[in-house]
C-alpha cells in the first residue's frame, strides 16, 4: 500500500489482494471508505451518514466494520479528542476508492474503445522511454521482486510495484489536473 502525504488526499488508488477483496465484498465498508476519503469523521459521524444513505446498521456493527478496515490499513486514526470525558477518535481513508455500481469492466472498454485506441500509444511510448531512460529504477523495483511464480517463473511482485508506482504518479497528476480545471472553470 503506498504511503500518504500529510494534509494530501491519499494516493494510492486501488490495491488488491485476497484480504483487500474480502474486506470490500461489504457495501457497509465500501460506503465507510468512500465517506472518509472525502472528510476525517468521528464513528458517529460515520453512522448519521450511513443512516441517512439508508443503511440500516447498528453502531457495534459499525465499529466491527471500522476494526476490520483499520486491521487492513485501508483507514486509520487521524485524531483524538476528550468531548465529555469520552475519547472520540477521527478516521481517514489510506486509499482512494473508484467504485461505480452495476458497471462491468467490460462495458467500460467497450463505451470507451474510441479513447483508449487515442491514448494508448501515447502512453506506450511514454512509459517505454521511462523504463528505458530510468534502466536504473526498473533494474531496482526487478531485483527488489524476491517472489518469482512458481508457475510461470516470472517476477509478478516487480510488476505490481512498477503498476502501484505508475498508478500513484497518474493519481497525483489527475488531482493536479483536476485542481487547475476545477479554478479554470470558476
Known sequence: MGKTIVNERPLTTIIMNENIAKVLSDPHRLKILDFLYHRNLSTKD??????????????????????????NGLISVYKTEEV???????????????????????????DNREIIDILYPKFYKAIKKIMITEKDLMATISSESKSRCRICKTFHYAEFLIFMILNMIITRVLRKLLKTRTKVDM
Open 46 to 71: 460515520l453512522f448519521d451518514l450511513l443512516k441517512r444513505a439508508k443503511f440500516n446498521i447498528a453502531m457495534t456493527t459499525l465499529r466491527h466494520h471500522i476494526t476490520i478496515l483499520k486491521k
Open 84 to 110: 465529555k470525558g469520552t475519547l472520540v477518535k477521527y478516521y481517514k481513508a489510506n486509499v482512494k476508492m473508484l467504485a461505480y455500481e452495476n458497471y462491468p469492466f467490460v462495458s467500460i472498454v467497450r
